[in-house]
């Protein structure tokens, strides 16, 4: 009995090492994960800015403000120029609401940086970084932070639970095949 209680230990020990991994590497990919929706919205902010300039300038040759501009192109009789109007306020909506979220995430810090990156998530962007997302090691402070948090969740998730349920279950089935019929 000593023996199997021995290798018991042992496959435990392997377990804790095995998730202590698992959850360093998982985890360690939110950085990284952030970091390359960070570069998308960045790309995005870029090119709706592009088209908002092209709108100001367009608005400025017309002797108007950008607000002044849309205003005039949503009243418009013509459905398809009025429709430039809605398309012109959008886009102006948009970059502010990229502008917002790039600069959130920008300046938040390590510890605020998944809750911002959460209240300001484009789900299509993310899903666009996910289809491309490449995994990675991330060598900075906030990587290691991710992956020992990682390390903890993945451990207590096992000893508090999984072990518990385990042990909890083990004595019962031992009790149960001891015991004759």
């Known amino acids: 009995m000593k023996s199997g209680s021995r290798l018991l230990r042992a496959f435990d020990g392997m377990i804790d090492r095995v998730l202590c991994v698992c959850g360093a590497v998982l985890f360690s990919q939110g950085p990284e994960f952030m970091q390359q929706y960070l570069q998308r919205l960045g790309g995005h902010l870029a090119e709706a800015q592009r088209q908002l300039g092209l709108f100001r300038d367009a608005a400025a040759q017309s002797g108007a403000t ?30 502010a609401s990229l502008q ?10 390590l510890w605020t940086r998944p809750f911002v990156f959460f209240r300001h998530l484009d789900l299509g962007l993310a ?3 996910w289809t491309v997302y490449q995994p990675a090691v991330p060598t900075t402070l906030e990587g290691l932070v991710y992956a020992l948090a ?19 279950l083990g004595p019962r089935k031992a009790a149960a095949v001891t015991q004759p019929a």
């Open 66 to 95: 950008l607000e002044q501009f849309i205003t005039q192109t949503r009243g418009n009789p013509n459905a398809g120029l009025s429709r430039l109007g809605t398309v012109m306020n959008e886009t102006a909506e948009r970059t």
């Open 100 to 109: 917002a979220a790039h600069d959130a995430l920008l300046h938040s810090s």
């Open 127 to 129: 899903q666009g970084t």
């Open 150 to 168: 990682g390390m903890l969740v993945f451990l207590a998730l096992y000893h508090g639970g999984l072990k518990t349920l385990l042990a909890a």
